[in-house]
């Protein structure tokens, strides 16, 4: 956010090992970075400060994406600005969502010509087939906030946690259906925190306000409590389930701690769920262990996870915007890579079967796209095939199997226009 965009941090006992940057782009000058950052080697954090313009009038919504219960972007009104990446140059139509032309950039696909998944997925489209992708506000949050995070509750609720409304950060945690309740409080103002539940109890991870917390808050029935320290402050990570070597987690990958951006990729489970193992280091019921690092450090990552399969798209590195997207297996133990055309970072990301679908994010420019990007896994090709009510980006986003959810973000280049829109999102077979 602006001059408050928070640190990331590691924990106590976990190493992190910088490695040679890949993958990126330009450059970013984006809105919502922490403040200047000084490290050194390769590990050297760099600054991102607020610049760009609002993008113009509304994007359309064509190709296969149908939208309904959401306002066009910009009112619907004026010149749509076009969705550039993975596709090249798309196909101009009369946008379902605003009373403008957008580009939606539904032409070929892009992309690397080889995927990473050897799965079985019987009754999912072909490979070079696309899926439909529709979306619908099924709620409204109490205000515009952006840099929250969301978690899929165990009864499959998504939950809100934290956020920033352009002026300042809040406690609150948020139920989102059947409607948007309050059902708890952080110990303190907080956004760009990481999220997720294991059990019951739903784990908070560092976020801050001018700066950035090195804290663990745990939240049960409607209570928070901090119930450990980091090794050193996080902000600007994403945390997922995960289930390592036959163990129940969360994933937390990435971030920033107010110098250094981190490479890493952490795993935390409870003893309940744990049987430790080799690189394993336990605190109060809690159980730590590094899985991997990055090829370069990275922040504002898409992270999505099925089982014990992590994928990772895009983020801010220290000399520009990653355009990789990795999976990562626990069985194997592997880092596998398909290369996007261009980078970017603040998106969110789904796993459908053998797809990846990329909502959003912001590209070099620091404008909130509204693309709908699909990743086939199996090929590596990705396509536009259409776009959000809106332009979005910094957003709240988690998934059951089926149905993805979209809550708060960021919709032009200043932190002012923050989204109140829950959004549910589902593919079709």
Known sequence: MKSMRVITPLMT??????????????????????????????????????????????????????????????????????????????????????????????????????????????GWPKAGSWMQVHVKTVGQLPQGILGNALAMGPNGTPISVGGYTGQVSITNIYSLLPSVSNVANLPVRTHDAAAGFVGNTLYVYGGGQATSYNTVVAVENGSARTVATLSSPLSDAVSVPLTVDGQRGLALVGGYDGSVFRTDVAFMTTAANSSSGTGASASGGRVWKQLFNLEAPVRYAAVASTGNVLYIAGGLKQQGLCSNVYEWSASTKQLHTIALPAGFQKAALYVAGPYLILIGGEPASGVPMSRILEIDTRTGASKVVGNFPTPIADMGYTQTASTGYLAGGVTTASDGSTSRSVYEITWQK
Request: aromatic share 2%; net charge neutral.
């Open 13 to 122: 006992g976990l190493t992190l090992t910088g490695l040679l940057v890949t993958g990126c782009g330009t450059t970013l000058a984006g809105h919502g970075a922490a403040g200047t950052g000084t490290g050194s080697g390769s590990n050297a954090a760099g600054l991102t400060g607020s610049s760009g313009s609002n993008p113009a009038g509304s994007t359309a919504s064509t190709g296969n994406t149908t939208s309904s219960g959401g306002q066009g972007a910009g009112g619907g009104s004026g010149q749509a600005s076009s969705s550039q990446g993975a596709t090249g140059q798309g196909s101009t139509g009369q946008g379902s969502n605003g009373n403008g032309a957008g580009n939606a950039g539904a032409g070929s696909a892009g992309g690397s010509a080889n995927g990473f998944s050897t799965g079985d997925f019987a």
